[in-house]
């Protein structure tokens, strides 16, 4: 066994259940993100994709090893999404950063001034969000039909995943609605992620709660209270 091996399946064993070193570290990642995220820095969105890898390889584990714990196949694809939505959440960050510099908000300034999504830009998320999980919990199903799991399980992964890819796209557009949508992921990811026997990723989505919550409130104080020395920017780098 080389040392890749061995780091990728260094574990612990908590109360009988083995938990991976690469779940753990991975939602250590996944939280300093949040925080990140919550004080508006462009260096949330690299630091979000290490922990997006590390958490891919453990829920994308379970279709390949049948002693493996129950899989998400939700919980895997996601992580995908979070990277490529992460890649455009980081250039569009540091754009506007960079501009919002210029305009003379100074070095170390947010990078971005949070605002309510329009009727229109929240009607369209929405109606995509429920498009998104009739088709995906029926996906979801159709890929595990060998795996013997309540219809309910399918739903609620494809919730947490369609869920997902929308407060991520909010976040990178600066919506004080992405704080939202991940209190309606929590809500159904923390019970289904216990079921499933992933406990540090279920305690951290309790975590994560909190801090949104919190997060939401930083958020729409600034968003009364800032306003955006470089508006013209933010429109063409939607």
Not at 44 to 53: L, Q
Not at 201 to 219: H, N, P, Q, R, S
């Amino acid at each position: 066994m080389n040392i890749f091996s061995r780091l990728y399946e260094a574990h612990l064993t908590i109360a009988g259940h083995p938990i991976t070193w690469r779940e753990i570290v991975g939602n250590a990642f996944g939280f300093a993100s949040a925080i990140g995220g919550l004080r508006r820095r462009v260096w949330a969105w690299p630091i979000g994709i290490v922990g997006n890898v590390l958490l891919f390889t453990v829920f994308i584990g379970a279709t390949f090893d049948a002693q493996a714990q129950q899989p998400l196949f939700g919980q895997a694809g996601r992580q995908v999404f979070f990277i490529l939505t992460s890649v455009y959440g980081w250039w569009r960050w540091n754009e506007v950063r960079k501009a919002r510099e210029v305009a003379g908000s100074g070095v170390g300034a947010p990078a971005i001034t949070p605002r309510w999504a329009t009727v229109r830009e929240r009607t369209a998320y929405l109606v995509a969000a429920v498009s998104g999980v009739l088709v995906f919990q029926w996906a979801f199903s159709v890929i595990g039909a060998g795996w013997p799991a309540p219809r309910w399980y399918f739903w609620c992964d494809a919730w947490i995943f369609v869920g997902s890819m929308v407060a991520t796209y909010a976040m990178a557009r600066g919506w004080n609605d992405f704080w939202l949508a991940w209190i309606a992921v929590d809500l159904v990811g923390v019970p289904l992620l216990w079921h499933s026997q992933y406990y540090p990723t279920a305690i951290l989505f309790v975590v994560y709660g909190a801090l949104v919550i919190y997060g939401f409130f930083v958020w729409l104080k600034a968003s009364r209270e800032e306003r955006d020395p470089a508006p013209e920017l933010a429109e063409v780098s939607a």
